[in-house]
C-alpha cells in the first residue's frame, strides 16, 4: 500500500517536472524566434574595420590564414571583420581559428 503511494508521488513530481519543461520550452521559443532579427540587426551593425588597422597581408606566415579563419565568407571572400575582399591565403592579427 505505502509502495503504490510512493509511485504515485514519483509519478506526479515527474509530472510537475514534464509540465515546467513545457512551460520553459514554450517561454524560450518565442524568445529566441522574436530576438533573431534582432541578433541579425546587431551583426549588421558591427561595423568592419581597415585592413591596415589589423594589418591584413596578402600573404599570411604560417597557418593563419584567411581560409581557416572563422570570420572568412568563403563564397564572396570577404570578411566578417575587415573591409573589402580578402584572399584565402591573407591574414590578420583578428584571425580566429574556424571550428
Ligand atoms: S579576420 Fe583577418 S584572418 Fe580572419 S578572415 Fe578576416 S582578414 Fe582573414
Known amino acids: 500500500m505505502k509502495k503504490s503511494n510512493l509511485n504515485e508521488t514519483s509519478l506526479s513530481r515527474r509530472d510537475v517536472l514534464r509540465g515546467a519543461f513545457a512551460v520553459g520550452c514554450g517561454l524560450l521559443l518565442p524568445l529566441a ?18 585592413k591596415k588597422s589589423v594589418q591584413y597581408q596578402d600573404h599570411a606566415k604560417g597557418e593563419q590564414k ?5 570570420n572568412f565568407i568563403a563564397g564572396s571572400n570577404t570578411c566578417q571583420r575587415v573591409k573589402g575582399r580578402v584572399n584565402p591565403d591573407g591574414g590578420c592579427i583578428l584571425w580566429m581559428k574556424k571550428v
Open 66 to 70: 584567411c581560409s581557416g579563419c572563422a
Open 33 to 50: 524566434v522574436f530576438s533573431s532579427p534582432a541578433v541579425a540587426a546587431e551583426a549588421a551593425a558591427i561595423k568592419k574595420v581597415s
